[in-house]
């Protein structure tokens, strides 16, 4: 077991307490919720909380502040997947494969899969893909095949199987891929297709002991759900969270980037005192708070919630009204105000373009997680700063596994990089301004 010792923590003053958070209002104009970065709400303070400063460790070197050139040198091969049809079908059969118990294909699907995102023309044959790197063969003659007919035969015969399609309903529950098999084969495919009433006989009570709260609405959890109804949430979002100039809050993921239908619906909230690099108190408490608000206006089941030092993630399964027969996934996290310009580009998504940041971060010298953007300690850091000593029990063959595991770059929140919006963090990573919907 690895030990991580912590920096040196110097007392930060906390201007949110439980009792507090619990009598905050909630809200925000609804003109928070659009397209464009709704950008830092009126009090919000990001070069430091209103207390003494924070000094870092001794041992660990200051960075100078960074500035921007007059003129900033611009990269404008910004990522566009000229192949997403052809990725989505690979993708697909990727996941097909795992399910079979192919691991080393699965991951040669993935592997071709990011090939051929970053490919800077549309393919016209397998041949070419072939001179991908990670594109073999086989990967190449299904390429033709796609582009030829517009489909893969393979993948619409797996399509067809009920047995594949209910395992792979279950294994969103979520379900171990074996675990999901063995309940296919011993009840047949009504415990994907009627969870509900499977879930009431005693088989189920006994099966999805642990697993009962999701598991009903994963039917339901399948469907897309329609861009107008997203906006109805958001309605009703901004009539519980519209009285507190201090909080903020959008509707993230493909909503925000304007398609016509969404999987779920990810809702992304922060509150002007959640203003600290250290572990913010209160946002498990808010989160109860707004759902409790919500629950005035709609029906929110919560299922799973996950709390962390610095946000609150919670899982529900919520309605627009009593009458609608339709559960939607519906994801709230709270997080800290530091946290908001970089969380907000990572769950607008797509993924490929949150990884293609975060690989141009690291050419930068710099390390982004959701929660900010850093400058990194260094690969080999003091002892007790980022980097955990070897534990005196590990035997000498062992020792380099332990040193191997943090030689990437370590982000620390004494060196975070302050950051008022989406298009500071772009402008800081020598990217263009890319709106939501140009993100694609």
Not at 244 to 260: K, L, N, Q
Not at 339 to 349: K, L, Q, S
Not at 414 to 433: D, F, G, N, T
Request: overall charge positive; some cysteine; glycine content about 6%.
């Amino acid at each position: 077991m690895a030990f991580r010792i912590r920096p040196t923590v110097f007392p930060v003053p906390l201007r949110a307490t439980r009792s507090s958070i619990r009598a905050l209002p909630l809200s925000r104009p609804s003109s928070s919720l659009t397209h464009e970065d709704p950008g830092p709400p009126k009090g919000f303070t990001r070069s430091g909380s209103s207390g003494p400063p924070v000094k870092p460790p001794d041992s660990v070197a200051k960075t100078p502040k960074r500035t921007f050139p007059t003129k900033i040198s611009i990269d404008e091969t910004a990522p566009i997947n000229h192949n997403k049809k052809i990725t989505d079908i690979l993708a697909e059969l990727g996941k097909h494969e795992e399910i079979n118990g192919n691991v080393s294909k699965g991951m040669a699907y993935s592997k071709a899969v990011k090939a051929l995102s970053s490919y800077p023309t549309p393919l016209t044959s397998g041949t070419e893909a072939r001179s991908v790197k990670g594109i073999g063969e086989s990967i190449g003659v299904k390429i033709d095949n796609i582009i030829s007919k517009g489909k893969l035969d393979r993948l619409e015969e797996e399509l067809a199987d009920s047995k594949l399609q209910a395992i792979k309903t279950l294994m969103t529950v979520p379900m171990d891929v074996d675990v999901a098999k063995d309940l296919v084969s011993r009840f047949g495919t009504v415990v994907a297709e009627d969870p509900v009433a499977f879930s009431q006989t005693p088989e189920g009570r006994a099966t999805l002991a642990l697993r009962r709260k999701r598991y009903p609405y994963i039917q339901d959890f399948q469907k897309k759900i329609p861009r107008d109804e997203i906006t109805k949430w958001k309605e009703l979002l901004m009539s519980v969270v519209g009285k507190d100039p201090e909080t903020m809050a959008a509707v993230m993921g493909s909503y925000r980037r304007g398609a016509p239908e969404s999987g779920s619906i990810s809702i992304l909230v922060t509150h002007a005192t959640f203003d600290v690099d250290e572990a913010v108190v209160g946002t498990d408490v808010f989160a109860t708070d707004l759902i409790a608000g919500l629950n005035k206006e709609l029906v929110l089941h919560e299922l799973i919630r996950t709390k962390r030092r610095t946000f609150t993630t919670v899982e529900c399964a919520g309605k627009l009204s009593r009458e609608s027969e339709v559960y939607r996934r519906v994801m709230i996290t709270v997080c800290g105000t530091r946290e908001w310009p970089t969380r907000m580009v990572r769950f607008t998504g797509p993924a490929q373009y949150w990884h293609y940041l975060t690989e141009r971060a690291d050419k930068e010298k710099l390390v982004l997680r959701p929660e900010g953007l850093f400058h990194p300690l260094p690969a080999v850091a003091p002892p007790g700063h980022g980097v955990p000593l070897v534990p005196s029990n590990v035997k000498a063959p062992f020792a380099p596994y332990y040193a191997k595991r943090f030689e990437k770059p370590i982000a620390d929140p004494a060196r975070r990089i302050a950051l008022e919006s989406e298009s500071a963090l772009m402008q800081h990573l020598h990217l263009p301004v890319l709106q939501p919907h140009e993100r694609e």
